[in-house]
């Protein structure tokens, strides 16, 4: 399922006691959603990585009370006076078998040997798959059955739109609304691969540099050499500023692209610079000029990243006029 679904799955199951796992490759964001899930909801979140567990940790060390053996618990688990949270137990499925089965007691009856797991702390998984090329163990019939089993996939569109109102580099999200096939990608021999934290990783490497000729040498170590390639290439045959500048300057007769990609730079780039006055007043005159397929483009990139834009006039007018194609 896609990140928009799995976050509405997530905020269903949070009011029952099952647990939940969520499977899915590197780098799609399954430990940003369960956060994410989390804070909206007001509930701390403690992370336990269980590939890093040994057998022990969770049960305890003994200690000698009254001349018998009593089990101290792990400071890291909820504490009987704590609020409420979130217990994320992520790289579940990378633990050793021994390390799993230790997780039984826990993840089911919500205890382990004299600890009980707080009222109100609400269990989610997370793991890759084997395919995935990870580190994984195959998780044992008994410990899977525990847990309601969800699988994140990319989804370049949630993608588009959470790079927009996060502030991401347009250059990299016009390519990959251009492009949305390498937005994740299989891991190969390469050690770099694309995927959406590599993209991400891209983007912030982006801003350390003054363009992406500057760090293009850097470009395949970050995505793979495969979309670095075609990257560098969308940027030299359709990325102009200047030209996105002069739109800006005169948007009701300046020329405007005429080639797909150049669409996709200019729509994420006003998108980027939203909340800019001289950009949305920019983007709600180009809302008659571009093709109206594109001109749907740029109204959702312009309301993600300038919730306000719905206010303006124009966008009105052209909602009125294309609302059965803003609805698809």
């Given at each position: 399922m896609k990140p928009t679904r799995l976050t509405r799955v997530l905020e269903s199951l949070l009011t029952q006691q099952w647990p939940a796992f969520v499977w899915g490759p590197p780098g799609v964001g399954k430990s940003s959603i369960v956060r994410g899930v989390a804070a909206a909801a007001g509930l701390p979140v403690i992370d336990l990585r269980a590939s890093l567990l040994d057998p022990t940790d969770l049960r305890g060390i003994p200690a000698i009370e009254n001349g018998r053996a009593v089990w101290c618990p792990p400071s890291f688990l909820p504490k009987a006076t704590d609020k409420p949270g979130v217990l994320f137990l992520d790289e579940i499925n990378a633990a050793p078998p021994l390390v799993q089965a230790s997780l039984y007691q826990l993840v089911l009856d919500r205890r382990v040997g004299e600890y009980v797991l707080p009222s109100g702390w609400w269990i989610v998984a997370a793991g890759n798959r084997q395919q995935d090329r990870a580190v994984t163990f195959r998780m044992s019939s008994a410990l899977a059955n525990r847990f309601v089993h969800v699988t994140l996939e990319a989804d370049a569109d949630d993608w588009r739109s959470w790079a927009i109102g996060a502030g991401l580099d347009p250059l990299v999200v016009s390519f990959l609304g251009y492009r949305p096939a390498l937005?994740?990608?299989?891991?190969?021999?390469?050690?770099?691969?694309?995927?959406?934290?590599?993209?991400?990783?891209?983007?912030?490497?982006?801003?350390?540099?003054?363009?992406?000729?500057?760090c293009a040498d850097l470009i395949p170590g970050i995505v793979g050499e495969g979309p670095a390639r075609e990257f560098l290439a969308f940027l030299k045959q359709s990325a102009n500023i200047d030209r996105i500048k002069a739109i800006v300057a005169d948007p009701a007769n300046a020329p405007l692209p005429d080639s797909l990609d150049g669409i996709y730079v200019l729509t994420s780039w006003l998108a980027h610079n939203a909340t800019k006055e001289d950009v949305s007043a920019a983007a709600s005159e180009l809302l008659s000029r571009l093709p109206p397929e594109f001109a749907v483009v740029l109204a959702r990139d312009m309301l993600r990243g300038k919730p306000a834009f719905a206010r303006d006039p124009k966008y009105r007018e052209f909602m009125k006029k294309h609302a059965a194609l803003i609805a698809r």
């Open positions: 937005l994740s990608q299989e891991p190969g021999q390469e050690a770099a691969y694309a995927t959406p934290r590599s993209w991400q990783m891209l983007c912030d490497v982006l801003t350390k540099f003054e363009s992406p000729k500057a």
